[in-house]
């Protein structure tokens, strides 16, 4: 081996000539350093653009999962909206009472409590996507059974056929979207199911509309029928979307978690970190915690001081979000606006249409908002608001008789009621009920909360009609404002910010060692825990 030569540049600097292949550069040499950034610049320029092409690519595949896992909310929209029209055409063809119309309006909602009570031990058997399906299925035979009803009784059967089948769809969803979804999005995207409610609800109005100049015999009936459409939509989209990752650590199919988390966590760096949080969750832990959990049922009949608090929030706002009567406000739209003087069926089916899109219009700003100013900040905007709207409701039937004014003063109050409610308590109330729980108990504890928020949409659906006639429409809307005050209560007490937390964070908000300080209570304000020492 020679070794290597020495110069003199002439200016007593002594400098090696190490040859041209040589890993060694004199420091002085710009043109060799130069080089070396603009290298070191070109890696990181291309490892931005590979990770800046899978970020996008994440979420349009988490968007697209989420969209077509919120299908069957369309079912449960469509059928809310357009009953509301087509009874005046069932009474009208098969000659039923008002009570008969009550009971086969709000009978949906009570069967659909019996299939959340169901789906959440189903979607642990067969997974949270096969779930979605057999709610299509479902509800698909109640529809066709609907459609060709002869009978009042027949039509009840596919009215419960149809509820069972609804109660699978609306609980199962957002517990999906939740736990596919990235913690900077999941607010958003969990809103999804929410949004297609809305737009079902709206399509029932139109298909109202455009239909009821149809003979009475068969108008209702191609309403009711156009409900089957979404299912065909369902079948496609089981073959497209993945399984929840959360539900496959559950079964110990660890590596397909870790093939879709993979698809839906943007920075691969995070994928073993929230697989680590998953397993530690479900009880894989180190510390063995998965052979000495209790039955899911039985925790949830003697839950711990932190589940009992998740049950009553979960419970509660999904209680809320019915019994302050947006579903009375929905099915019997045209009966409110009948009491404000609209008479011509065109005109109430037209005037219900306006509340059809202004529900699904501000959706689109919950949508926006949830994963930036947070969820309670919603929830005091919307609860707030809607008590306002439910009492300017009341005041109007109460004191302004019938007339043109009165007819836009309802319009108005009815459409700023589904607005606040759009805005806030609509989304936000499956959003919480489905990242609050534990992993281990999520999906049936969440199948509780759906089976308040069915069971009080059923009463309220059910004795609105009679409740009305009993102390007038007025006073109804006096009392569903009074229940509306008593849920900004239940929201500043009992209701935590969950926004920009990962599922396995949140359930840290309930435990006995974290403390909510006494800011976390005041509106807009995000941040606030304090972990004991």
């Given amino acids: 081996m020679g070794l290597p030569k020495i110069q003199d540049n002439g200016n007593m600097e002594v400098g090696l000539s190490l040859g041209a292949n040589n890993k060694y550069r004199r420091m002085d040499d710009d043109s060799e350093l130069r080089n070396g950034d603009d290298f070191g610049e070109d890696y990181d320029a291309a490892q931005h653009h590979r990770q800046m092409e899978r970020s996008k690519t994440t979420r349009k595949y988490v968007f697209a999962c989420s969209v077509f896992a919120s299908l069957n909310s369309v079912l449960l929209g469509y059928d809310v909206g357009v009953m509301s029209g087509a009874i005046l055409f069932i009474q009208e063809d098969l000659k039923i009472t008002e009570v008969q119309q009550e009971v086969l309006i709000g009978i949906l909602s009570v069967m ?28 698909q035979l109640g529809a066709v059974v609907m459609t060709i009803a002869p009978t009042f009784r027949v039509l009840m059967m596919g009215r419960i056929l149809s509820g069972i089948g609804i109660g699978f769809g609306v609980m199962i969803a957002p517990v999906y979207i939740a736990e596919i979804s990235p913690t900077v999005a999941r607010g958003s995207l969990t809103s999804f199911p929410e949004i297609f409610i809305n737009l079902g609800i709206l399509l029932g109005y139109v298909s109202n509309y455009v239909f009821s100049g149809l003979p009475a015999h068969s108008n209702w009936r191609v309403m009711l029928a156009v409900g089957i459409i979404p299912s065909i939509f369902i079948a496609f989209a089981l073959c497209i979307i993945p399984e929840s990752p959360r539900w496959l650590v559950l079964q110990n199919r660890v590596d397909e978690a870790r093939s879709v988390l993979l698809k839906t966590n943007e920075h691969e760096a995070e994928v073993e970190e929230r697989l680590a949080e998953i397993l530690l969750a479900a009880g894989h832990g180190s510390n063995g915690g998965g052979t000495e959990q ?18 009553i929030a979960g419970f509660g706002i999904q209680s809320f979000q019915q019994i302050t009567g947006i ?20 005109k109430l089916l037209a005037a219900t249409v306006a509340v059809g899109v202004t529900k699904t219009a501000f959706i689109l700003i919950a949508i926006v908002l949830i994963d930036r100013v947070g969820r309670k900040p919603l929830l005091y905007v919307s609860t707030i608001g809607m008590t306002v709207c439910l009492f300017s409701v009341g005041v109007t039937l109460s004191f302004f008789g019938e007339g043109s004014f009165a007819v836009a003063l309802a319009i108005l109050g009815v459409c700023g009621n589904v607005a606040f409610f759009s805005v806030g308590i609509g989304p936000v109330c499956w959003v919480l009920t489905s990242e609050i729980f534990p992993l281990r108990v999520r999906a049936q504890a969440s199948a509780l909360g759906a089976v308040g928020n069915r069971l009080c949409s059923g009463f309220v659906a059910m004795s609105f009609l009679s409740v009305a006639h009993a102390i007038t429409f007025g006073g109804t809307f006096f009392l569903f404002s009074a229940i509306s005050a008593v849920s900004v209560a239940f929201v500043y007490k009992c209701i935590p910010e969950t926004k920009g937390k990962s599922l396995e964070q949140i359930e ?11 800011s976390e209570v005041q509106l807009g304000d995000a941040e606030h825990l304090v972990q004991k020492e």
């Fill in 112 to 139: 659909s409590l019996l299939g959340s009570l169901g789906g959440g031990r189903t979607s642990d058997a067969i997974g949270r996507k096969w779930t979605m399906g057999l709610a299509a299925i479902v509800f």
């Fill in 294 to 311: 209790k039955a899911v049922w039985r925790e949830l009949l003697s839950p711990s001081p932190a589940l009992a608090r998740m049950l």
């Fill in 327 to 346: 579903d009375a406000t929905v099915y019997y739209s045209p009966k409110i606006f009948q009491a404000a003087g609209i008479e011509d069926k065109s």
């Fill in 508 to 518: 840290l908000l309930f435990e006995d060692r974290y403390e909510l300080q006494e």
